[in-house]
Protein backbone atom coordinates (compact mmCIF):
# COMPACT_ATOMS: atom_id res chain seq x y z
CA UNK A 1 0.00 0.00 0.00
CA UNK A 2 1.21 3.61 -0.40
CA UNK A 3 2.18 5.63 2.23
CA UNK A 4 1.19 9.08 2.49
CA UNK A 5 2.89 11.16 -0.19
CA UNK A 6 4.46 14.66 -0.40
CA UNK A 7 5.52 16.93 -2.99
CA UNK A 8 7.56 17.87 -3.70
CA UNK A 9 10.48 16.92 -1.49
CA UNK A 10 12.79 19.56 -1.40
CA UNK A 11 11.75 23.50 -2.45
CA UNK A 12 14.19 26.31 -2.43
CA UNK A 13 12.93 29.83 -2.68
CA UNK A 14 12.99 33.16 -2.30
CA UNK A 15 11.69 35.17 0.16
CA UNK A 16 8.19 36.82 -0.62
CA UNK A 17 7.27 33.72 -2.84
CA UNK A 18 4.66 31.91 -2.50
CA UNK A 19 4.80 28.12 -1.60
CA UNK A 20 2.75 25.26 -1.45
CA UNK A 21 3.25 22.03 -0.42
CA UNK A 22 1.11 19.37 -1.41
CA UNK A 23 -0.10 15.79 1.10
CA UNK A 24 -1.92 12.98 -0.14
CA UNK A 25 -3.12 11.02 2.42
CA UNK A 26 -3.25 7.25 3.15
CA UNK A 27 -6.68 6.30 1.21
CA UNK A 28 -9.36 5.44 3.65
CA UNK A 29 -7.89 7.69 6.50
CA UNK A 30 -10.00 10.73 7.69
CA UNK A 31 -7.81 12.50 9.44
CA UNK A 32 -4.76 15.40 7.98
CA UNK A 33 -2.27 16.44 9.61
CA UNK A 34 0.29 19.13 8.76
CA UNK A 35 3.52 19.24 10.97
CA UNK A 36 6.63 21.38 10.78
CA UNK A 37 10.11 20.25 12.64
CA UNK A 38 13.45 22.57 13.20
CA UNK A 39 15.98 22.20 15.09
CA UNK A 40 15.12 25.30 17.59
CA UNK A 41 11.17 24.26 17.77
CA UNK A 42 10.80 20.65 17.01
CA UNK A 43 7.95 19.20 16.02
CA UNK A 44 4.84 21.34 16.41
CA UNK A 45 1.13 20.61 14.73
CA UNK A 46 0.34 23.24 12.43
CA UNK A 47 -3.39 22.29 11.64
CA UNK A 48 -5.40 19.08 11.40
CA UNK A 49 -8.32 18.32 9.66
CA UNK A 50 -11.51 15.42 10.43
CA UNK A 51 -13.69 14.23 7.34
CA UNK A 52 -11.77 17.59 5.33
CA UNK A 53 -12.83 20.07 8.01
CA UNK A 54 -10.09 22.00 9.76
CA UNK A 55 -10.82 21.16 13.78
CA UNK A 56 -7.89 22.87 15.17
CA UNK A 57 -5.89 25.61 13.42
CA UNK A 58 -4.19 26.97 16.49
CA UNK A 59 -0.97 26.06 15.63
CA UNK A 60 -0.75 28.03 12.44
CA UNK A 61 1.99 30.82 12.73
CA UNK A 62 0.65 33.62 11.21
CA UNK A 63 -1.94 34.66 8.71
CA UNK A 64 1.08 33.94 5.65
CA UNK A 65 0.14 30.35 6.46
CA UNK A 66 -3.09 28.94 5.07
CA UNK A 67 -4.40 24.67 4.21
CA UNK A 68 -6.86 23.76 2.43
CA UNK A 69 -8.44 19.83 2.19
CA UNK A 70 -10.69 19.94 -0.62
CA UNK A 71 -11.15 16.33 -0.73
CA UNK A 72 -10.46 13.25 1.19
CA UNK A 73 -7.23 12.33 -0.69
CA UNK A 74 -5.34 15.79 -1.38
CA UNK A 75 -4.57 18.30 1.04
CA UNK A 76 -1.97 21.85 0.01
CA UNK A 77 0.38 23.57 2.83
CA UNK A 78 0.74 27.37 1.39
CA UNK A 79 3.03 30.02 2.59
CA UNK A 80 2.76 33.35 0.82
CA UNK A 81 4.71 35.31 1.28
CA UNK A 82 7.52 33.54 2.66
CA UNK A 83 10.37 34.51 4.89
CA UNK A 84 13.60 32.59 5.68
CA UNK A 85 12.43 31.62 9.49
CA UNK A 86 9.97 29.37 7.64
CA UNK A 87 12.80 27.38 6.31
CA UNK A 88 11.97 23.59 8.23
CA UNK A 89 11.14 20.13 6.77
CA UNK A 90 7.31 19.74 6.94
CA UNK A 91 5.44 16.55 7.50
CA UNK A 92 2.22 15.07 6.33
CA UNK A 93 0.85 12.82 8.45
CA UNK A 94 -2.73 10.79 8.48
CA UNK A 95 -4.66 8.22 10.12
CA UNK A 96 -7.59 5.98 10.42
CA UNK A 97 -9.90 7.18 13.46
CA UNK A 98 -7.39 9.40 14.65
CA UNK A 99 -5.45 7.28 16.35
CA UNK A 100 -1.46 6.50 15.44
CA UNK A 101 -0.59 8.79 12.69
CA UNK A 102 1.60 7.57 9.45
CA UNK A 103 4.03 10.30 8.01
CA UNK A 104 4.72 11.01 4.67
CA UNK A 105 8.68 11.43 4.12
CA UNK A 106 8.33 15.33 4.40
CA UNK A 107 9.24 18.31 2.39
CA UNK A 108 12.53 20.24 3.38
CA UNK A 109 11.80 24.01 2.38
CA UNK A 110 14.42 26.19 2.38
CA UNK A 111 14.01 30.55 1.95
CA UNK A 112 16.65 32.26 1.02
CA UNK B 1 -4.09 18.23 29.97
CA UNK B 2 -2.24 16.06 28.50
CA UNK B 3 1.74 15.89 28.00
CA UNK B 4 4.68 13.84 27.62
CA UNK B 5 8.04 14.38 29.13
CA UNK B 6 11.15 12.44 27.41
CA UNK B 7 13.89 12.08 30.03
CA UNK B 8 17.34 13.00 28.02
CA UNK B 9 17.57 14.78 24.84
CA UNK B 10 20.34 12.19 24.11
CA UNK B 11 21.41 9.00 24.96
CA UNK B 12 24.69 6.97 24.23
CA UNK B 13 24.93 3.62 24.18
CA UNK B 14 27.56 0.77 22.94
CA UNK B 15 26.73 -1.52 20.40
CA UNK B 16 24.79 -4.60 22.14
CA UNK B 17 23.98 -2.97 25.26
CA UNK B 18 20.75 -2.78 26.64
CA UNK B 19 18.77 0.31 25.00
CA UNK B 20 16.44 2.52 27.61
CA UNK B 21 14.83 5.61 26.30
CA UNK B 22 12.17 7.27 28.92
CA UNK B 23 9.00 8.65 28.64
CA UNK B 24 6.69 9.84 31.33
CA UNK B 25 3.34 11.34 30.24
CA UNK B 26 0.28 13.21 32.13
CA UNK B 27 -3.38 12.45 31.26
CA UNK B 28 -6.62 12.75 32.79
CA UNK B 29 -8.17 9.40 30.97
CA UNK B 30 -6.75 6.38 29.99
CA UNK B 31 -4.13 7.53 27.46
CA UNK B 32 -3.16 5.80 24.16
CA UNK B 33 0.55 5.96 23.89
CA UNK B 34 2.94 5.82 21.08
CA UNK B 35 6.69 5.22 20.03
CA UNK B 36 7.88 6.74 16.96
CA UNK B 37 11.65 6.28 15.20
CA UNK B 38 12.63 9.19 13.08
CA UNK B 39 15.86 8.20 11.06
CA UNK B 40 17.88 11.07 9.15
CA UNK B 41 16.04 12.64 6.70
CA UNK B 42 13.18 10.47 7.09
CA UNK B 43 9.70 11.07 8.63
CA UNK B 44 8.27 9.62 11.95
CA UNK B 45 7.60 5.80 11.69
CA UNK B 46 5.35 3.97 13.78
CA UNK B 47 7.37 1.67 16.56
CA UNK B 48 4.81 0.22 18.79
CA UNK B 49 1.21 1.43 20.48
CA UNK B 50 -0.01 0.96 23.57
CA UNK B 51 -4.30 0.92 23.72
CA UNK B 52 -4.92 -0.54 26.71
CA UNK B 53 -4.79 -4.55 26.12
CA UNK B 54 -1.77 -5.67 27.57
CA UNK B 55 0.50 -3.86 29.04
CA UNK B 56 4.07 -4.65 27.58
CA UNK B 57 4.01 -3.82 24.33
CA UNK B 58 6.14 -5.32 21.38
CA UNK B 59 7.10 -3.29 18.18
CA UNK B 60 9.62 -3.24 14.96
CA UNK B 61 13.13 -4.17 15.35
CA UNK B 62 13.02 -6.30 18.71
CA UNK B 63 11.85 -2.78 20.82
CA UNK B 64 9.55 -3.65 23.17
CA UNK B 65 7.75 -0.85 25.78
CA UNK B 66 5.85 -1.57 29.02
CA UNK B 67 2.94 0.63 30.57
CA UNK B 68 3.26 1.26 34.32
CA UNK B 69 0.24 3.33 35.08
CA UNK B 70 1.33 4.06 38.92
CA UNK B 71 4.30 5.53 37.43
CA UNK B 72 2.91 7.11 34.49
CA UNK B 73 5.62 5.74 32.38
CA UNK B 74 5.95 4.17 29.19
CA UNK B 75 9.99 3.71 28.70
CA UNK B 76 11.10 2.33 25.53
CA UNK B 77 13.61 -0.53 25.69
CA UNK B 78 16.03 -3.05 23.52
CA UNK B 79 17.79 -5.85 25.00
CA UNK B 80 20.90 -5.02 22.69
CA UNK B 81 21.77 -2.34 20.37
CA UNK B 82 22.55 -1.93 16.66
CA UNK B 83 24.37 0.00 14.87
CA UNK B 84 21.46 0.31 12.91
CA UNK B 85 19.14 1.45 15.66
CA UNK B 86 20.80 5.33 15.69
CA UNK B 87 18.33 7.51 14.89
CA UNK B 88 16.06 10.07 16.86
CA UNK B 89 12.93 8.73 18.93
CA UNK B 90 9.52 10.36 20.22
CA UNK B 91 6.99 8.96 22.70
CA UNK B 92 3.36 10.45 22.02
CA UNK B 93 0.20 10.69 24.15
CA UNK B 94 -3.22 10.78 23.13
CA UNK B 95 -6.68 10.97 24.98
CA UNK B 96 -9.07 11.34 22.32
CA UNK B 97 -9.45 10.95 18.79
CA UNK B 98 -7.64 13.70 17.19
CA UNK B 99 -4.25 15.10 18.39
CA UNK B 100 -1.53 13.59 19.19
CA UNK B 101 1.05 14.99 22.08
CA UNK B 102 4.89 14.79 21.17
CA UNK B 103 7.14 14.51 23.29
CA UNK B 104 10.52 16.65 22.24
CA UNK B 105 12.50 13.55 21.47
CA UNK B 106 16.05 11.34 22.84
CA UNK B 107 18.36 11.16 19.83
CA UNK B 108 19.50 7.81 19.98
CA UNK B 109 23.46 6.89 19.24
CA UNK B 110 25.15 3.71 18.93
CA UNK B 111 28.97 2.95 19.46
CA UNK B 112 30.98 0.12 17.75
Known amino acids: DAGVIQSPRHEVTEMGQEVTLRCKPI?????LFWYRQTMMRGLELLIY????????DSGMPEDRFSAKMPNASFSTLKIQPSEPRDSAVYFC??????????FGPGTRLTVT | AQSVTQLGSHVSVSEGALVLLRCNYS??????LFWYVQYPNQGLQLLLK??????LVKGINGFEAEFKKSETSFHLTKPSAHMSDAAEYFC??????????FGKGTKLSVKP
Open chain 2, 92 to 101: AVSERQGNLI
Open chain 1, 27 to 31: SGHDY
Open chain 1, 93 to 102: ASSLQGREQY
Open chain 1, 49 to 56: FNNNVPID
Open chain 2, 50 to 55: YTSAAT
Open chain 2, 27 to 32: SSVPPY
